[in-house]
């Protein structure tokens, strides 16, 4: 049979083939399923639908009623014909957008007529708002310097720290004016003396962040109990649940023992929602020293740095400080006893480390090059998971900081290099470990500390302590 030899022959011949003939079309697939697709060359297999007339190298699987004039469209536009539109999205779906080139993909809507980049009355009613907001800001902003600098001349005299002295607030305000230097901040003065003048000369660690909140009046005397173990939990701001399980656990105790007081310290955070939660959180429990560095292991130094510069400014008066990391289980009724029995002075305690040497191996998390400390040892130290301080060495020990360049390591900063250049002593006891004790409340019963424990075991030691059947 020969094949048919003009268009009508074609279509005779096709329509026949149809109805049962013999397939005559040239260079259709074997799967074409469909009405008669004419004057369609190298149409694929799977194309299914109406007639597109006049469309050549159409995608498989365009599905729909026929886009006239349409070239190189995306193989997935649905809706109706869109007349005269060249290269548009493959997502927009809507009614006919007559003259429009460059849509972006998701707009959704009626027909906007000889509208080319979005040059809309919404949009200019929208770049007006965000004029306006950005004057509004620019004048607030230009506002509080100017009250923030009238109040710094006024108000604030150098310390014996150097620093900007942030005293107790006037009322608690919101977050956000919280986070700004207002006038609602009451400055503390503090006359320097001959001693601090000294110091001020030779700072070359200024540690000059504000305090975000600052809990002034937490060692205020509370039932004519003087604060006798001031308890500073250094967390990351995102850590809400390890704060919960703290307040809830060994941190209740200050609830029947007013000499123990609690806050939770950290650095500020980019995360708007943990800001915001940490925020409600100062609100609720009045617990949260936040200073304005930025909250990082890097910057751990800087942390401890903080909690000394604010125990300094508000709590002086404490008999001790106790530092602890956020995954420690502390027995605070044991640690009183060893407190009391042993009455210690100018004094570090906690695990005591010798003979430690700094770190080569550039694959070491703990890795530090020579540029940052050159000595083969490290000064003995105690460990940061978890040390106290005795009130009389909170001030000589932030001053320490303040005239000693910052050493990454935390605890070796503080309580190596620092504390000896101030001639303090280490203190020994076997009850502080750095290391994770069996989950049980008979591991506890005769010790401080315990490191490494979830918010879960931590709960589970706590109510094996309270187990006053408990049989170890």
Known sequence: MTSPQTDDQYIYVNKKALSGGQPLSIRMTSNMIGKCRKHRIRMT?????????HRIRMTSNMIGKCRKHRIRMT?????????????????????????????????????RKHRDEMSTNT??????????????TLVISIFYTITWSSNWEKQVSISGDGYQMYGPMKKRNTSINRLLPTSDYKMEVITPTSQDNKIISKIIN?????????????????????????VVVCCAPG????????????????????????????GRTLDVKFSEQISK??????????????????????????????AYNYCQKAKYLLKADDDMF??????????????????????KIVGARPIQNKASKWYTPKSMYNGAVYPPYCSGTSYVISGDLIGPLFHATLTTKI???????????????????????????????????CSYKSAITGHQNTPKEIRKIWTDLQNKSLRC
Not at 131 to 136: A, K, P, Q, T
Request: charged content about 25%; some cysteine; aromatic content about 10%.
């Open 206 to 230: 200024p540690h000059n962040f504000r305090f975000i909140f600052a809990e002034a009046k937490i060692c205020d005397n509370t039932n004519n109990t003087e604060v006798y173990l001031m």
């Open 75 to 111: 193989s997935n536009m649905i809706g109706k014909c869109r007349k005269h539109r060249i290269r548009m999205t493959s997502n927009m779906i809507g009614k006919c957008r007559k003259h429009r080139i460059r849509m972006t993909s998701n707009m959704i809507g009626k027909c």
């Open 330 to 351: 502390i027995n605070i009724p044991y640690l009183l006893g060893v407190l009391r029995t042993k009455k210690i002075k100018n004094s570090v305690i906690g695990r």
């Open 45 to 53: 297999s799977n194309m299914i639908g109406k007639c597109r007339k």
């Open 239 to 266: 850590n809400y649940e390890q704060r919960k399980t703290i307040r809830e656990t060994w941190g209740s105790v200050v609830h029947s023992d007013h000499s123990v007081r609690l806050v939770f310290l950290m």
């Open 407 to 441: 050493f990454w390591l935390e605890d070796i900063y503080i309580t190596g290099i620092c504390r000896r250049k101030i001639k303090a002593n280490i203190v020994h006891d076997w009850g502080f470990t750095y290391s994770k004790r069996r989950v049980h409340g």
């Open 281 to 310: 959180e100062s609100h609720k429990y009045r617990d949260i020293v936040q200073e304005d560095f930025l909250d990082s292991y890097k910057n751990l130094s800087i942390k401890s740095t903080a909690m000394l510069k604010w």
């Open 123 to 136: 949009r200019i009613t929208v770049l007006w708002n965000i004029f306006i907001i950005s004057c509004l």
